[in-house]
């Protein structure tokens, strides 16, 4: 293993690069469509509740552990678990890393169409329509030709190394993140029918809570869009300085997050409405038709509708798609890389290419399979891997880890009393609370 462990360079940096693997698809388009088929403003109400209650302890748990054994998640979790068994340690976080590469291998795909609808307004505008129309339509060969794409645009980031890849490109591609998504809301908003949508996304019908998966499905949006369960935030914490303020740089992570999030609802449900307006049929009995799967209908339709600003606003629009997609994609990579690395001795470039084979090879036999393993492994990996590695986490944390769990040391001297509170809700309350939205997630099916 090497003596030398890269690092983030900055506070910034690193509050960018982990709220780049917080914001990605699941946040810009997962939490709008989730709000609109679940009451819009009750079911902001219920997320920003069960953020602070739920999702952002679990995040301070994971990066708390990485932090404290600047490990990598495998090594880190061996380390924590080594009073109990360190077996234990590395079989879980062989198991989150499993869950790494089956997120990269349906969310590279989903990447894959984002980037291939971006390019296609691009080369309508350069005349090449033939190709506008390919890249515009699901197929086959799309698949096949873009997802490998997408997994190179990562492999070349990733190949750079922490500070000159992850931070760096994270720090150029958030900021336009952010100005583009400002961008294309402002515009929205001025359309016809935009203002039906934020008024159902700004006022909360508060009837609307006594629907019981109402809050079940806030808990779980909010749980993933914080990328929580895999490693990624966990390997992230790792490349910080030991004993850096987690609970500061949670707070920070988690509130630009949660910013990207709202803006996003602020933008994809008024172009739902906006949509709705010119004719184009979107709900029926207040559900989304297609659920998630109408960005690739509804929208390209309705920038059709706008005219020749439309193809712009589409550029605008799938570029930004694509550049979270990126983003998010980094950590969950990094976390099979981290371990050949550290563990395994493998050099960066040679540890990029085999985890890029890998997840192509994953991608490649779920889009021979797309009908069968697509949604399969979708569920397992938001319905079962996400909660379990969280639930384990709190138990780590809580109960498990004596040796250089700093947090639980300074809980019982109780020389501070809010951190003696803290580290009781981590040990009790959120064990039983994420245990509960399991439980409940699962009846549900």
């Known amino acids: 293993m090497s003596t030398t462990r890269d690092s983030f360079q900055s506070r910034l940096g690193f509050i960018l690069a982990a709220a780049g693997s917080a914001i990605g698809l699941g ?6 469509t989730q709000a609109a088929n679940n009451g819009g403003g009750a079911f902001v109400f219920v997320y920003l509740i069960v953020t602070v209650l739920l999702a952002l302890p ?29 077996n234990l340690g590395k079989y879980a976080g062989l198991f ?18 984002m980037l291939a609808h971006a390019l296609s307004p691009l080369m309508e505008l350069i005349g090449f329509t033939d190709a506008a129309i390919w890249l515009g339509e699901s197929s086959h060969a799309r698949n096949l030709a873009f997802t490998p794409v997408f997994i190179i645009l990562g492999a070349l980031i990733i190949n750079q190394g922490v500070s000159k890849g992850i931070e760096r490109w994270s720090s150029r591609l958030m900021p336009i993140l952010f100005v583009l998504l400002i961008g294309l ?21 508060f009837s609307q809570l006594q629907d019981p998966m109402l809050i079940i499905s806030a808990m779980g949006q909010a749980f993933f869009s914080l990328s929580i369960g895999v490693g990624g935030m966990m390997v992230y914490g790792s490349y910080m300085k030991k004993n850096a303020n987690m609970g500061q740089l949670v707070i920070s992570i988690g509130a630009l997050d949660t910013l990207i999030a709202f803006l996003a609802g602020l933008l994809i449900i008024p172009t739902l409405f906006v949509a709705q307006h010119l004719g184009l049929e979107v709900f029926a009995d207040g559900k989304l038709i297609g659920g998630p799967q109408l960005i690739f209908s509804i929208l ?50 040679k540890a990029t290419i085999l985890v890029s084979l890998i997840v192509l090879t994953a991608c490649m036999t779920i889009v021979y399979n797309f009908d069968s393993l ?66 409940s997630v699962i009846m549900a099916l």
């Open 27 to 32: 946040n810009i388009w997962g939490f709008p």
């Open 58 to 86: 679990a995040l301070y748990a994971e990066m708390y552990i990485g932090n404290q054994a600047q490990k990598n998640p495998v090594g880190a979790l061996q380390d924590a678990c080594e009073d109990v068994s360190r």
């Open 96 to 113: 989150g890393l499993l869950g790494a590469i089956l997120m990269l291998s349906f969310y590279t795909i989903v990447a894959g169409w």
């Open 185 to 205: 809301i402002i515009y929205i908003l001025q359309q016809p029918g935009a203002n039906e949508g934020v008024a159902m996304y700004l006022q909360p019908d």
């Open 300 to 349: 390209p339709t309705l920038f059709d509708s706008m005219g020749d600003i439309g193809v712009y606003v589409a550029l605008v629009f799938f570029s930004l798609m694509s550049m979270a997609a990126l983003t998010s994609t980094l950590s969950s990579t990094e976390v099979p890389v981290a371990y050949l690395v550290e563990d395994k001795s493998y050099s960066r470039s």
């Open 374 to 439: 697509f949604g399969l492994i979708i569920t397992w990996v938001n319905t079962f891997q996400l909660p379990i590695m969280g639930l384990f986490y709190f138990i780590v944390v809580g109960w498990i880890w004596k040796r250089g769990n700093q947090l639980a040391d300074q809980a019982l001297l109780a020389s501070k009393p809010s951190l003696k509170l803290w580290g009781n809700y981590l040990r009790y309350v959120c064990p039983i609370l994420l245990s509960i939205v399991f439980i």
